[in-house]
């Protein structure tokens, strides 16, 4: 089947359902408690005598799922304690045969997502497996570390591991199973591909081809790209700085587990986190998948369903600027929020409600502009072209209206699809935001690897020969301080500090040490790094230059840009 049209439904929808469901959900910490309280197989397995979820409804979380405005669901037909939540004749270790309850729920969940609408998907772990003797999981960490997430307290020799074995005789019958039993299935949701061999995914790949050829196969299949896979899933919880080269999504946790967890340290996002984070990824062009964890009697917590709830009724107003939409045709995001575009409308997501906003470099004419939360209410607009530099200006004048509490979308028609002038041109913030995305690389080095990466940093600059640069247009005179923004890591991410660099710019060298002080970091929060003072005395193109002076590789992380910063001295 045409890849393009297999991945269609996938593309329009946007939004989706997680679900990390099992036995483990009677101990209430979490999916992972079996590895993390390293819980003897024959222990665990009597948790399955005693799961009987007797609240569950498959039509209660279809409807959970709709009304929140998701068009999918992916639910964890098997995870890593490969207790399966369907029956099988694989293994005994299964809702059906293993426990009091014995109803198949994938069997409910497929009957209730096809009275709705709604693409059912299923989770499944294919490396990654406490219980089976066979199963493997050492996975490299950074170049010379490995770990191991498998079970070694039960199986310890990992010599006597064969993967090939639990491929034929566990994983490809499971598959078989869950893609002839239960109807179309939207997605197969892999996870964990450790260190499985190309040539074995493709094999599972090629298997879930020809049992279901519109079936979708995600990216953690395999680590290796010669394996042909549908998408790309980026890491747990992970929001990208710059759109992916391919289609991708992020799965995301409402809380602060996958699995159903009542521990003290289990938090809840705010509805304003969540929503955000659903345009943020719309508007880089991905999907969200957002996962709830049931209790053991099959209700989905009320914090969960509450969220969702206000998901649900943003999404009633505002659908229309997620569903089918593609990323920002703006490389720069603006200072007030985010944009999507689909046909000839541009969706102004607005985040930070004010009198004003500005759009810089949309060539097309702009028609008219309306609120989707309030349709009929006139808003007031202008195009400008600037005769010095060129470059063109959208200023809309933002009624006096309660503004929603989490974004407000705008929509602007235009006349076409959109073409843009990238020019990077100071904002109404007054920051001109110098973003790794659109600097120029200058690779001079003969070894020289630097890169911008998926997190939207400058990568893998090792070697100081390299350099990079930017043009800019300032428009308000002032004096400016100057900041680079250097992504870092915890502090057993074992992160390189110690850089030293030399910025150009308005005919000025300026030099600042990227280093770190607290040595245990406990957040992945930017560093924020002075370098120093300038004046612009009138509005002019500029070009900033950034070469690094002295970088430190030991831990093979190098320097890694996120942005050059010039903000007003006053702020």
């Known amino acids: 089947m045409n890849p393009e049209k297999r991945k269609a439904w996938w593309r329009e929808s946007r939004f989706g359902m997680f679900i990390h469901w099992g ?36 039509d209660e979380w279809v409807k959970i799922a709709k009304d929140a405005g998701m068009k999918y669901i992916v639910i964890t037909s098997k995870h890593h304690d490969g207790f399966s939540m369907f029956k099988t004749e694989v293994s005994s270790f299964n809702i059906v045969d293993g426990t009091p309850y014995g109803r198949d729920i994938m069997a409910e969940l497929s009957k209730a997502c096809e009275r709705e609408g709604i693409k059912l998907c299923f989770y499944y772990s294919h490396v990654r497996e406490w219980r089976h003797p066979h199963a493997q999981s050492i996975e490299v960490l950074e170049p010379g570390l490995c770990g191991n997430f498998g079970n070694f307290w039960d199986y310890r020799d990992e010599r006597s591991k064969n993967l090939q074995i639990y491929l034929d005789e566990f994983v490809k019958p499971q598959l078989k199973e869950l893609l002839t039993n239960y109807g179309p299935i939207g997605i197969i949701w892999f996870d964990t591909p450790s260190l499985i061999r190309p040539e074995q995914a493709q094999e599972v790949v090629e298997l879930v081809r020809e049992l279901q050829p519109e079936c979708l196969i995600n990216s953690r299949v395999c680590d290796n790209e010669s394996v042909d896979y549908d998408y790309l899933s980026l890491g747990d919880c992970e929001i990208p700085g710059i759109p992916a080269s391919m289609d991708w999504e992020t799965p995301m946790t409402i809380c602060s587990w996958w699995g159903y967890n ?46 969702l709830k206000i998901m649900g009724e943003w999404m009633k107003i505002n659908g229309d600027a997620i569903y089918g939409t593609k990323g920002s045709p703006f490389e720069k995001q603006p200072s007030w929020g985010r944009i999507t575009w689909k046909d000839k409308y541009l969706y102004l997501h607005i985040y930070e409600w004010q009198k004003r906003i500005s759009l810089f470099g949309l060539k097309n004419t702009v028609k008219r502009c309306r609120l989707l939360l309030a349709p009929d209410c006139n808003i007031l607009f202008k195009q400008t072209n600037d005769e010095a530099f060129g470059f063109s200006r959208l200023e809309i004048d933002l009624p006096e209206i309660e503004p929603d509490p989490y974004c407000t979308v705008l929509v602007a028609e235009i006349d076409g699809t959109p073409d843009i002038d990238q020019t990077m041109i100071q904002d109404d913030s007054g920051i001109i935001r110098l973003p790794a995305l659109q600097a120029s690389l200058h690779r001079e080095s003969e070894d020289s690897s630097v890169k911008i990466s998926r997190s939207g940093a400058i990568s893998d600059w090792f070697y100081t020969e390299d350099w990079v640069s930017w043009e800019f247009i300032v428009t308000k005179p002032g004096d400016y301080d100057i900041y680079l923004f250097v992504k870092s890591g915890r502090g057993r991410q074992k992160w390189d500090y110690g850089h030293e660099a030399e910025i150009k710019i308005n005919n000025r060298k300026l030099t600042c040490t990227i280093d770190e002080d607290i040595k245990d970091r406990t957040s992945d929060i930017p560093l924020k790094i002075f370098a120093g003072r300038i004046s612009y005395d009138t509005a002019l193109r500029d070009k900033a230059e950034l070469r ?24």
């Open 262 to 307: 009542t521990q003290p340290d289990n938090k809840y996002r705010s509805p304003v986190e969540i929503i955000r984070q659903l345009v943020d990824i719309a508007s880089l062009g991905g999907n969200y998948l957002l996962n709830v964890g049931p209790d053991p009697a099959g209700v989905i917590p009320e914090e969960a369903q509450a969220l």
């Open 548 to 571: 690094a002076l002295k970088i430190n590789r030991r831990n093979l992380k190098g320097l890694q840009l996120l942005s050059l910063e010039i903000i007003p001295a006053d702020k």
């Open 23 to 58: 036995i483990y959900s009677l101990l209430g910490k979490g999916e992972w408690v079996m590895y993390i309280d390293r819980i003897p197989v024959k222990d665990y397995e009597k948790l399955a005598e005693e799961f009987n979820p007797v609240r569950f409804s498959a």
